[in-house]
Structures are given as structure tokens and as C-alpha cells.
């Protein structure tokens, strides 16, 4: 069929008539005033031959005259992918001659720039879009726009916007012209502007009536003929919103914390890391004293603070508690929540009761003794760490009794469950972290932010750290290879590494030690450096563009460790000089913060042994599975979670389905570009509905985290693993954690969207010196690759040129 009318299009499949006809069909199905038309289906297309006496006879059918041409292609429309304005619509065309050529030109309009630019950025396959065409009696207007069913801004489903302007509301469409602009809570709306309050009242029950009958939040095109008729010119789902939270019996809101950016990563976690990730995060809030229940939305990790927030005494500790690792943002987003009366202190429900909002007597004296013991014996404590992490290392070997899939599922449950002996690893970086962050307030007006900054650089005894260096001494040794590294894909170099034709350069002894990392490594479901080692290669191709000796990464280091000596001594001086109790209690703090605060990374570093030998064991199991037909390849296993793959492995359930939902949602959410901070149960971004911050004009605006300013050329950055970074250049990235830190060796600046100051990207940045600024919102977007920028950490801003 080349041609059909849209009231006969029930039943007919996306692939035939694209997304805009087949939710044109929905809405006529559903009894909707829908103006009457046809659709030229991706069968003539795809002919590449217009049928025109087919076409003809649909017009004179439709009684001639003016008539709206839209595309309607196979990627539009869809529930992940709007393309919204992305391919060409007609309006006002008139004439068998004219509507021909506009059909002629919807076609081509699938292959535009902006078209091909859309769907790589939505990983749409080119070769599997068609085109179909929808013809519309046009609809004469006074007026016409948008109705969207949730508000787009903040994410709130119980409010609806519309917006109108006069005529045909191309205003609307394109961002031209004055526009009213109505948000609809369900309180009486006034009769003001274009739209009386009938109107809006029409508007909104059409909105509730297709928004329960399609199944989700909908972006509504509308006009209002001369006579006063409400017509509905398209329905398709908003694609930008965030998902709810899952559903509670709480009658009030509740407020979600995102958790991910604690480990620098913004990306969704696979099923199969989630339960691993829950109890990580569950675990460093316990050892606070807080009980916070952790809940998957969107595949990111976001906690439960609603009863901590409404508790007398905890939400007296919530703001501060978050500016370690969670970060300015959040603090305030808290902040703004702590205000809102619906968060009022009451009575403490079940959780907070239980908990008491704090930490018991027993936690806080095994606190106080590892910290006091640590900072007492900084040497002892780090060998008692280190000693630890062997332990992780050596415990997370498999043995040889491991010969089935039911053998290799109960090691995984254990591992999940077994925990190392915390404190040898907790207190000696918690005593880092105090005695990194306690000088600040011990030293107000005597040292600036800065200065403190340049004391944690260049810190001894950081994993991470070590790893970047031992990674460019690998490099320094393969520069008799340059060319080749430098002119070959690192996938192909990875190829040629696991076949063994690649030159010997020593990367097989860096992933001996270093191969169970990886970015966001934290993901049980990511494959680790010694299963795909291409990102390593491209690191390495990056420092090889380093031909400047004074640039190189160990020499910056080393800088940066004499200059923070350095400044420890002249301002330890001046503070005993002018406090001198409190000049040496920070004097003593910053010293063991020397010590200590390096090794934060330590606990994850050793973590990281027991996901991987975890994930080893489950890719075991995914292959026997595959092998009999119930997954369609090993990796698929991460897409299920423990209790799956159980009844997978006793009871031969065929999961198949599940996975490709799952993967469905996941790729969908990988190319989510931002990540609420805080969440309402209600779906408001509470980051979007604060006011705009002010600042100077010109500059963005974020959170000084490592001293220094720097000028260099932009190269934004989302995966670390293809990236091409030029020495001298700023790096700027929606979120860094270790497996982004060998970037930083040849980076002349660092800026995020995300972060805290002790978190890991800044952490990294004041120990190599380079200065950083976290938390700009928008900065992937606002700035672009090649842009000149300064980043100044003293004032917190990064300015484009």
C-alpha cells in the first residue's frame, strides 16, 4: 500500500507509515478531532517513485484545497527519540503540482544534516529509516501551540504547561515571536492572554484524558479553528523526562539524592551492578551513622533522604555532611529542601526512629579510636592498609573447585556478602579526609582557599596516582613505537595485543596490576582494562603527544609535592605566628593530611579485586547459559540481576526477553546528556526549579576545587576512552573518576558538571597542580571544543573567549 487514509490506518505497523501517522491513528482510534488527511506510506519511498494518481485521487477525496505536508519517518515520534522539528513540514499548500513537490521534498528531508547529525547522536541506524508522509486538511487558527502533559523544565507531573500564540503558533515551534506561556496545577486559572479559562480547562482534560490512555507524559500540538473547535494536530511522548521514582504509600513528597557522582559517574548502571553499588553506597552512609534506603530510577543510584530530612536532629547534619563527597550542588538542593514546609521536622518515621538519626555509641567510639590511631601513627596505619588490600586481592581468587555454573553462582553470593575487615581500611582515610579538610576552618583569615589546595598537591601514596605515572613511564618506554601507537585505533591495537602481535612495551605487566580498572569500574556490568584494553592505548597515544620535558607528567608531579611542602612550611610559620594553638593543631593536621589524604582511592582500589573476579565468574556462567540457548550472548548476564540468573541456572528460565528490554532501556539512558542532582517523588528536578544563579557576566559559574587559573583550548569530553587530548588543553567532562585521571597528566586545566571538592577528579587535579572548577552546570553544552577558556579556581569560574 502506497497510499491510505489516516482513518484507516488501525493496525498499521511504524515500519509502513512512520511515528507521527501511526499516532495520528491513535488519536482518531482514541475519538480525538484529528483533521482529516492520508498518509503516502515508506512503500512509495522506498520505490523512489511518487504514486501521483494515487496521491491525486487521496486530495480530491479530502476536497482539494489547503493542506498540511509532514513527515512522518520511522525515527520520529518514537518514545526515546522525538525528532521533533528535525525533518520538513509544509503548511498551506495548495494544488496537486505544489503537494507533489512537498512530498518530494519530506523525503529528502530525511537526509539533511541536521537529520544524519540527530540520529548518530541517538545511535539510529541510517540504513533502517524510511519515510512516510502525512497530508492534513489544514486547520484555518486563531490560535495554536503546545500543551506538555508534565512540566518539561522541572520534570513535575502534576503540573502541565501550554503555550500559545496567535495564528498558526509557529512561534511556539520555532522559538520566533511572543508566546503566552500557561502553567496548569489544577488551581483555577484566570482568564488572561490568549486563552480564556474554558480553554485552558478544555486543554487540560484533553491532556489527562491521552495522557492515561497512552501510558505516559505527552507533548500535545493543538489549535483553536475560527469557530472556536479544539482540533489535536499530534500527540507523541516527552522524551527529556527524567523517570519517577518507583511509587510509595507516602501520601506526602519524598526527596531522592543521587548517589553516582560520589563515584564520578553519571552514566546508568547495569542491572547486575546495581545490588553491588546499593550496598557499597548503604555501607559508606552507615559508617555516618545514617540508614538511607537506595533505590534504582533511571539507572542511577539515588537515596531516600526523606525521613533524615524531616528528623529533628539529622537534618541538622545533612547540608555539611554532603560537602565532602556529594558536593555544592546538592548542598543546595538540601538546602532548598530543609526550607520547604512539606519537609517540616514531625514525628520520625519508621526508619529514621530506628536509626535515631545518628550513629549508635559503639560506631562512634570505633570512629574516634581508628581516626585518634591513625593520625597517631600515620606509617602504621597505612601499613595496616595496604596490608589489607593484599588480603582483598589474594581472598578474591577463584580456586580450582569452581567447575560449574551452580558452584560459580554461590562464590559470586558470597563475595556480594562477605566484607573485608573495614577498619584497617575506613579510619586511616576517614583521619585523611579530616585532617585535609578540619585546616580550613582552624585557618579563616589566615589562609586562603587556595593556598590549602596547594598543600594537597602532589600527595604521596595515592593508587590512582600511582597508576597514571606507572602508565606514562610506559609510555616513555614506547616511544620507539610512536608512530605506530599514534597511527593506529586503539581497538585495533587491542586486537593486535590479544593476538600477540604487537611489540612488547609492557603493557601486559600494567594490567597485571592495574587491569581490574576501568571507567565507572564501580558497574559490576563494565568490562575491565585486561578484558578490553583499548582505552588503555588510547592514554598512551595521548602522552605520547608530550614532546615538552618540562610538561611531563612525573616532573608535574613532583612540582607540584615541593610547591606544596613548600607552602605547608611558610603558612604553618604564619599561623603559629598569628594563632599560635590553632596554627599548630593545623600545622600537626596538614601534615598527617600528607600522610593520610592520599589514600582515599586506597579502599575502591582494593574493592575493585572482588568485582572482579565476580564478574569473571558471572561471564562464566553468562557462556554456559548462552551455550544453551537461554541468553543470546555471555555479557547478557549483566542484565539481570542474582535471583535471575539463579532460576536461569537451576530452573532453565529463558531470560532472553528480558535482556534485550533491559538493554533497550539502557542504551536509551547512556545517551541521557544530564542527571538530576535531587529528585521529588512527584518528578521535579529540584536543581531546575531553583532561581538562576547570578555571577559575572560572561563567565560560568562553579566551585573552585584545585588552586590555580589556566588559558587553553577546550576539548570536551565524554568518554575517556576514545578521547584525543592535546597537551595544554582544558579538559572539560560531565563528571571524572579514576579511570578518566591519566587524562589529567597532559590536561592544563579541569572542568565538571558534577563533583565535590574531595571527590576523586579534584582530588587528582590539586595533586598533579593543575587547577580545576567543578560543578558548571551545562558545561558539556556551553562550551565547545576549541573554545578558549579560562578556568579560575580562586573565583570559581570558567570564562569562554
Not at 602504621?380 to 567447575?403: G, K, M, N, Q, Y
Amino acid at each position: 500500500m502506497r497510499v491510505i487514509a489516516l482513518s484507516e490506518l488501525t493496525g498499521a505497523t511504524t515500519e509502513l507509515v512512520g511515528g507521527k501517522a501511526a499516532g495520528l491513528a491513535e488519536l482518531i482510534r482514541l475519538g480525538e478531532r484529528v483533521p482529516a488527511g492520508f498518509c503516502v506510506t515508506t512503500a512509495a519511498q522506498e520505490a523512489g517513485v511518487l504514486p501521483e494518481a494515487e496521491i491525486e485521487a487521496a486530495y480530491r477525496q479530502l476536497g482539494g484545497g489547503r493542506v498540511a505536508v509532514r513527515s512522518s519517518a520511522t525515527a520520529e515520534d518514537l518514545p526515546d527519540a522525538s525528532s521533533a522539528g528535525i525533518q520538513d513540514t509544509f503548511l498551506n499548500v495548495t494544488g496537486i503540482t505544489d503537494l507533489l513537490s512537498a512530498i518530494e521534498k519530506c523525503w529528502h528531508s530525511l537526509h539533511t544534516d541536521r537529520a544524519v547529525a540527530y540520529r548518530d547522536a541517538h545511535d539510529i541506524d541510517h540504513a533502517t529509516v524510511r519515510m512516510a508522509v502525512v497530508v492534513q486538511r489544514m486547520v484555518d487558527p486563531a490560535l495554536a501551540g503546545v500543551l506538555f502533559t508534565a512540566n518539561p523544565v522541572t520534570g513535575r507531573r502534576t503540573e502541565m504547561v501550554v503555550e500559545a500564540a496567535a495564528g498558526l503558533g509557529t512561534a511556539v515551534v520555532d522559538g520566533t515571536g511572543d508566546v503566552d506561556r500557561y502553567v496548569l496545577d489544577g488551581s483555577p486559572q484566570p482568564a488572561q492572554g490568549l486563552l480564556t479559562s474554558v480553554q485552558l480547562d478544555e486543554l487540560r482534560a484533553a491532556g489527562d484524558r491521552l495522557q492515561r490512555q497512552l501510558g505516559a507524559p505527552q507533548d500535545i500540538e493543538w489549535a483553536y479553528d475560527r469557530q472556536g473547535v479544539l482540533w489535536l494536530l499530534q500527540a507523541r511522548p516527552i522524551t527529556t523526562l527524567f523517570p519517577l521514582p518507583p511509587p510509595t504509600d507516602d501520601p506526602e513528597p519524598r526527596v531522592y539524592l543521587e548517589f553516582g557522582h560520589v563515584q564520578g559517574m553519571l552514566r546508568p548502571v547495569t542491572p547486575m551492578g546495581m545490588s553491588t553499588l546499593r550496598s557499597l553506597i548503604v555501607a559508606m552512609l552507615a559508617s555516618l551513622g545514617l540508614r538511607v534506603e537506595v533505590t534504582d530510577i533511571g539507572g542511577r543510584l539515588y537515596g531516600d533522604l526523606t525521613d533524615l530530612a524531616r528528623h529533628p536532629s539529622a537534618r541538622k547534619r545533612l547540608v555539611k555532611l554532603m560537602a565532602v563527597d556529594f558536593g555544592p550542588r546538592a548542598q543546595s538542593v538540601m538546602e532548598r529542601v530543609l526550607a520547604d514546609p512539606r519537609f517540616a521536622p514531625g514525628p520520625p518515621g519508621r526508619r529514621a526512629r530506628r536509626d535515631g538519626g545518628g550513629p549508635s555509641a559503639a560506631t562512634a567510639l570505633r570512629a574516634l579510636t581508628g581516626v585518634v590511631r591513625a593520625l597517631a601513627r600515620p606509617e602504621a596505619a597505612r601499613t595496616r592498609l595496604f596490608r589489607e588490600i593484599e588480603r582483598l586481592a589474594t581472598d578474591a581468587d577463584t580456586t580450582a573447585e569452581l567447575r560449574t555454573a551452580a558452584d560459580r553462582l554461590r562464590f559470586v553470593r558470597d563475595h556480594e556478602n562477605t566484607s573485608s575487615r573495614a577498619d584497617d581500611i575506613v579510619w586511616p582515610i576517614v583521619a585523611g579526609m579530616l585532617a585535609a579538610t578540619l585546616p580550613a576552618y582552624l585557618l579563616r583569615g589566615i589562609a586562603e582557599r587556595d593556598e590549602l589546595d596547594r598543600v594537597l598537591g602532589g600527595m604521596p601514596h595515592n593508587v590512582t596516582i600511582e597508576m597514571d605515572l606507572a602508565l606514562w613511564r610506559l609510555s616513555e618506554r614506547a616511544r620507539t613505537h610512536r608512530d605506530l601507537l599514534l597511527t593506529t585505533a586503539p581497538t585495533e591495537l587491542a586486537d593486535r595485543y590479544r593476538r600477540g602481535t604487537l611489540p612488547d612495551i609492557g603493557v601486559a605487566a600494567f594490567l597485571h596490576r592495574y587491569g581490574h580498572r576501568a571507567v565507572a569500574e564501580v558497574d559490576l556490568g563494565i568490562p575491565r582494562w585486561a578484558e578490553d584494553p583499548a582505552p588503555v592505548f588510547a592514554m598512551i597515544a595521548n602522552y605520547l603527544r608530550v614532546t615538552d620535558p618540562e610538561q611531563a607528567p612525573d616532573r608535574r608531579f613532583a612540582r607540584a609535592a615541593a610547591t606544596a611542602e613548600a607552602t605547608l612550611d611558610r603558612l604553618v610559620v604564619r599561623a603559629r605566628r598569628r594563632r599560635p594553638v590553632r596554627g599548630r593543631l593545623a600545622g600537626f593536621l596538614l601534615r598527617r593530611a600528607r600522610s593520610l589524604a592520599g589514600l582515599r582511592e586506597a579502599g575502591k582500589f582494593g574493592g575493585l579485586y572482588r568485582l572482579r573476579e565476580m564478574r569473571r565468574q558471572l561471564l562464566l556462567i553468562g557462556a554456559e547459559l548462552a551455550a544453551g540457548g537461554l541468553l543470546a550472548r555471555p555479557d547478557d548476564i549483566m542484565f539481570l540481576n542474582l535471583d535471575e540468573v539463579a532460576s536461569a541456572v537451576h530452573q532453565g528460565t529463558d531470560h532472553r526477553s528480558t535482556v534485550t528490554a533491559r538493554r533497550a532501556v539502557h542504551e536509551r539512558e547512556l545517551r541521557r546528556r544530564t542527571v538530576p542532582v535531587a529528585l521529588l517523588s512527584d518528578g521535579t528536578d529540584l536543581e531546575a526549579a531553583l532561581p538562576a544563579p547570578t555571577g559575572t557576566a560572561g563567565a560560568l559559574r562553579g566551585v573552585g576545587a584545585a588552586a590555580g587559573t589556566a588559558t587553553g583550548r577546550a576539548r570536551v569530553v565524554r568518554d575517556p576512552a576514545t578521547a584525543h587530548l592535546e597537551p595544554g588543553e582544558i579538559l572539560v567532562a560531565p563528571t571524572t573518576d579514576p579511570g578518566w585521571t591519566p587524562l589529567f597528566l597532559i590536561a592544563a586545566g579541569l572542568v565538571t558538571e558534577t563533583g565535590a571538592v574531595m571527590a576523586h577528579g579534584p582530588t587528582v587535579a590539586r595533586e598533579y597542580g593543575i587547577p580545576a572548577v567543578i560543578c558548571v552546570p551545562d558545561a558539556t553544552r556551553r562550551i565547545r571544543t576549541g573554545d578558549v577558556v579560562t578556568v579560575n579556581a580562586a573565583a570559581g569560574t570558567v570564562t569562554v573567549r
